[in-house]
């Protein structure tokens, strides 16, 4: 007799897949290492791999008594639970999902208890760690805690094969008593991404009223191209709203599109997981827009949204973002980006893709007006140009070629701050060469300490004329007066 089951038990897009699970290649390998008592176990492999799904499949074949308890670094109540095994080295054995997510700290408490149980084995009675996460989690552990690999087993889990995704989704058609006809197309499609052919099975059989086993064999056919415009119209409410926040930035301007780009060029990408770094360096369109946020701005954006924090990670010291919810990279990748644009309020773009909104131009002798400046734009989302926080990014390169691309081409604008100082000094006078021709385009902001004369300067240019002491102590309300009489004025040009 044909047991009848129900579309969403067995194409499932939640929980633990009854019917269609596939293991991967490694399976009894993982199973054997969790298994073990004391053996720590790292799994690591992009988002729709099915990681926690084989665990926690694995987990469902032992003996109740063997299971491990399950937490996950997206549940603030199991990472209090994850800082107490940590803190305590409570016994048991215990799940850590989205390792990845937790404060380095912790990661580091946790990688350092399991090298002790790996070191002691059945002689101590410590906490036996099965620890998930994104691709590269296995040696980023091994790295903060070094000799950690010789006694751990770590196990990548890699996108399914074209015969791994035909074996799901035939067990899935025997089930419901169906043929899906070209089902070749849905591995074409999915990429061996098991979460994702799930929800492209049961999209097509919810387009064609398969709702639940047939009572006779039924052969379906579907255009690939519909049942996408239906999956992604059907993720459009839960997904919308968090990208428009993550592409508007943290301080919306029209003209501020970094994120944007940054996401569209992530979308284009085969892995949800990317080095940002790598990604400059590879796309030269986008370069300019990805190496003005990795440093500091994407992470105040993502710790600032909790909505984008659900969303993306980033991590700011490995520059690795990564879309964790394969849902949300297929949606990502299917995106009307023209009518994002639009819906986000960006204007039509000008078609030069500047690194910098703002080079600060400055002597020595100012730098707590120009450091002052610079935070305060930071603050207010705007990517600036300030030399202390880009030393790194140019060692081994000289500075006079730098500059010159800075002041000159990098930057939308540059805000100089003249004085006698600045007249005085060489790499000032450098950086005034190079954006001296830019004067004619409107492009600089001339902030006037003094009454000092500048070649290449007009006299009679709408500039900022500010007091500005370094040495008079008395001058505390320095900083208010700068916000008032330069951030705001350009945050009022940006906007334009």
Not at 242 to 262: H, I, M, S, T
Not at 310 to 335: G, Q
Not at 361 to 374: K, M, Q
């Amino acid at each position: 007799m044909t047991i009848r089951l129900m579309l969403e038990e067995v194409f499932k897009t939640e929980g633990l897949p009854e019917f269609t699970f596939v293991p991967p290649p490694n399976y009894n390998e993982i199973l054997l290492d969790i298994r073990n008592s004391h053996k720590p176990v790292i799994l690591e492999g992009q988002s729709g791999t099915g990681k926690t799904t084989c665990v926690r499949h694995i987990l469902a074949e032992l003996n109740p008594e063997n299971k491990p308890e399950y937490l996950t670094a997206r549940n603030p109540v199991h990472v209090s639970r994850i800082e107490k095994v940590a803190r305590e080295q409570t016994p048991g054995q215990f799940v850590v999902d989205d390792f990845h997510r937790l404060a380095t700290d912790l990661q580091e408490n946790l990688a350092n208890v399991a090298k002790l149980a790996a070191d002691l084995g059945t002689d101590a009675n410590l906490p036996k760690l099965v620890i998930i996460g994104i691709n590269q989690i296995g040696s980023d552990l091994i790295q903060l805690v070094p000799d950690i690999a010789k006694r751990t087993g770590i196990h990548k889990i890699a996108p399914g094969t074209s015969a791994d995704i035909n074996k799901l989704i035939e067990s899935g058609c025997e089930r419901l008593n169906i043929k899906i006809r070209g089902s070749d197309a849905i591995y074409a499609e999915t990429r061996g991404d098991y979460w994702l052919t799930q929800q492209i099975c049961r999209s097509i059989c919810t387009a064609t009223n398969v709702m639940s086993t047939q009572d006779e064999t039924r052969e379906i056919e579907f255009s690939i191209e519909d049942v996408r415009n239906r999956v992604v119209d059907q993720l459009r409410s839960a997904y919308y709203s968090a990208v428009k926040e993550f592409c508007r930035g943290q301080r919306f301007r029209p003209k501020n599109d970094p994120y944007f780009k940054l996401l569209r060029a992530v979308g284009q990408q085969q892995s949800s997981v990317v080095d940002l770094t790598e990604m400059a360096n590879a796309l030269p369109e986008v370069r300019g827009s990805i190496n003005n946020i990795k440093e500091r701005r994407l992470q105040v954006l993502i710790d600032g949204k909790p909505a984008v924090a659900r969303s993306f990670y980033y991590n700011a010291e490995t520059k690795t973002f990564a879309i964790e919810d394969p849902a949300l990279f297929y949606f990502v990748k299917h995106l009307d980006w023209n009518q994002l644009r639009q819906d986000c309020g960006f204007r039509e773009h000008d078609g030069e893709d500047f690194e910098f909104e703002i080079a600060i131009s400055f002597a020595g002798e100012n730098r707590p007006l120009a450091s002052f400046i610079n935070e305060s734009l930071q603050t207010l989302d705007v990517p600036v140009f300030y030399d202390e926080q880009y030393e790194a990014n140019y060692r081994g390169k000289t500075w006079s070629k730098q500059f010159a691309e800075i002041f000159g081409t990098k930057s939308r604008y540059v805000l100089c701050i003249l004085d006698k100082y600045y007249a005085a000094k060489i790499w000032p006078t450098f950086e005034k060469e190079q954006f001296v021709p830019r004067v004619a385009t409107e492009s600089v902001f001339p902030v006037f300490l003094d009454d000092t004369k500048f070649v290449g300067i007009p006299h009679d240019i709408i500039g900022m004329k500010f007091r500005f002491d370094p040495t008079d102590a008395n001058d505390a309300d320095w900083p208010a007066r700068a916000t008032k009489e330069i951030v705001y004025k350009l945050i009022d040009k940006l906007s334009e």
